[in-house]
DNA sequence: CGAAAATACGAAAACGTTTTCGGTTATGAA
DNA sequence: TTCATAACCGAAAACGTTTTCGTATTTTCG
């Protein structure tokens, strides 16, 4: 039941702890013979490093911390399951924690993830996070940061993120190459850089396209979620509005919206076509499927620990890695609630 | 940049480090006066216990470990979501790993979890984990078990499940109710003890109501995924096999099949009635609305946690518990796809 | 006033590891 | 044989805390 010990191995053997350490480490003073000795030794005993001790000793403590405004949520789920999955190819362990878009609850994790001692922090902001103080303290104690997706600029890290206002600009580029011309926004929250620029990539894509732009057509979705789409569809319809076309700033308010349209009998793609934003894998089994502009979260996690994972390994060089910001590819999917032929398309960007 | 030690704020104040440790943690052999100076110190350096070292010395890291199958899954993300947040109060982090449903993988997560000297486990059983001579280590060395949803008989541990048998079986009653006559099981693998229950609750209804099960009713789901629900409902309609309703084992292979008969034109519930397993969020939006039965992640999540902490607890004192097994309730939803009338109902369980 | 009791503090060991540095023995060369 | 060198090992400090136990000082009370 007690956990064995390299004293114990030590005693066992007759020699020095010092000497079984090395010996397990392959150190190039100790013998063949020993070395051979004690592993099989501490092979038979089951011996398992304390990582405390470890830790203490070596003063990291290969456990990283991860914070996200919320696990159950397609995109952020996927990153999640990347980050951990690459995490523990290279020997780190993650702590998750959830800040449920609570900047205060964001503040006191980040604390706990501090004093846990944890290698380096990656980190997604709550929607409304607008005093960084708390992040400057983690920059401040030297502790590696990767912020990505929602992301603040006045700190000086590594970012991951994707050109919000590029994808936004093509996802209503499609619906007017489609034929659109009256094409509303269903946006998210005012604060986040993320539906900020959203809405200005909206915005653009009509202008440039000899649209006018009507205030009117903005509807706020705050918080981001399937009652929001369900709420301004059916105001849509009650007011008459002349719109033909729906860029929503999520799949979760685009599928609201549709289910609305589907029980009013309003057809999509024929009377209005609707276009949302993450592709979560649900969005393709909607009927009609829903068009919307991929972004890919495994990808992304993927890219987050691996830049976190360089400045760990810098930072144990005592180097200092300047930051780095970095935007993942996107790309708008065309499927049944945008389009009246049956064939999907894909257009890169 | 450096962070704040005891004896650096014992050789401000002229002290030992002895009375900075006691004074912090309000032993009652420090006096007032010192109290409020040590405390006014470790304030203004902004200290924070060095996590390592308490370990080390206390021999608790209050981290515990989380093993499931997949993070990206509603059922298992809410589970998740519970679990991190209720840890959380009581002052314990979570270290999150993902099996991929891979017993290989979670042998060896079992064993990372044990180097980092978790103070408790939980886990959620891979599908094909039939070995279970690591989660046997677990127990050997003492260290408090929690397992829920696919769990293994074998081991002496706390279990937190839902009936399995009995929320299908009422699924399958709800059909019948509904005037089903012909009812096909989309089931899931051969090996979990879950997908076993659900298939033995869903013939269990059928013999108690007078109706013949034929084992070419049930189709194999493996994995779970919305593409065999596909398959299983094409299947159905090709071979023209006189099907009036479908319970399926989870609600992304009714989902699956929903889309096809959507397609093909289908009317859900009309020519055919489904009613899917777990409540996914999506369900409620789809078109028609899905049948399930709902499955509540979050208390289940709350429950295992809670459970873990309460022998977290014995164990510091000492103490031992019995394992103790827990059924969570389940009710079945009726909505669009097994119901004519537009009013959805909710039958307790 | 003197003894007993209460109060306040600190010395030191312990947790289990890593790593430096010095020492001992074996090896080889002169 | 002698000395330099290499090979191998261990003593000991250090990481930062917690906690026991002893001691010195003060207070209490007969």
Request: hydrophobic residues 40%; glycine residues 6%.
């Amino acid at each position: 039941m007690e956990q064995v010990t390299l004293k114990q191995i030590a005693e066992y053997l007759g020699i020095s702890i010092a000497t079984v350490s090395k010996a397990l480490k392959d150190y190039p003073d100790v013998s063949q013979k020993t070395k051979a000795l004690v592993k099989a030794e501490a092979e038979r005993l089951n011996y398992q490093p304390n990582s405390f001790a470890v830790n203490l000793r070596t003063k990291e403590s290969r456990t990283i911390g991860l914070i996200i405004p919320e696990v159950v949520h397609f995109f952020f789920g996927n990153i999640v399951r990347a980050i951990i999955t690459q995490a523990e190819k290279k020997g780190y362990l993650v702590i998750i924690l959830q800040s449920d878009d609570n900047p205060e609850l964001e503040k006191k994790q980040i604390d706990l993830l501090i004093s846990k001692r944890v290698d380096g922090i990656m980190i997604s902001l709550a929607n409304n996070t607008v005093d960084t103080s708390h992040l400057q303290k983690v920059m401040r104690l030297g502790i590696p940061l990767v912020m990505f997706d929602k992301i603040s600029k006045l700190i000086p890290c590594s970012k991951i993120i994707i050109d919000d206002r590029k994808a936004a600009y093509e996802a209503t580029k499609h619906l007017i190459d489609q034929g659109c011309t009256k094409i509303a926004h269903f946006r998210g929250p005012l604060l986040p850089q993320n539906s900020i620029d959203r809405f200005l990539g909206y915005k653009k894509a009509l202008e440039d396209h000899g649209l006018e732009y009507n205030s009117k057509h903005v509807f706020l979705c705050d918080p981001i979620i399937y009652e929001k789409g369900r709420e301004h569809a059916a105001a849509l319809l009650d007011q008459d509005m002349d719109i033909d076309g729906i860029f929503a700033n999520t799949d979760m308010v685009a599928i609201g919206a549709l289910s609305v349209f589907n029980e009013r009998g309003v057809k999509v793609p024929e009377h209005l076509k609707i276009i949302g934003f993450s592709n979560w894998f649900i969005s393709s089994a909607m009927t009609p499927t829903l068009s919307t502009v991929d972004q890919d979260g495994i990808k992304m996690g993927k890219k987050v620990f691996k830049r976190l994972f360089k400045e760990l390994q810098a930072k144990k060089n005592g180097q200092i890695l300047p930051p780095e910001t970095i935007a993942m590819p996107t790309k708008v999917i065309g499927r049944g609630s945008s389009m009246l032929s049956k064939t999907a398309v894909a257009a890169k960007s």
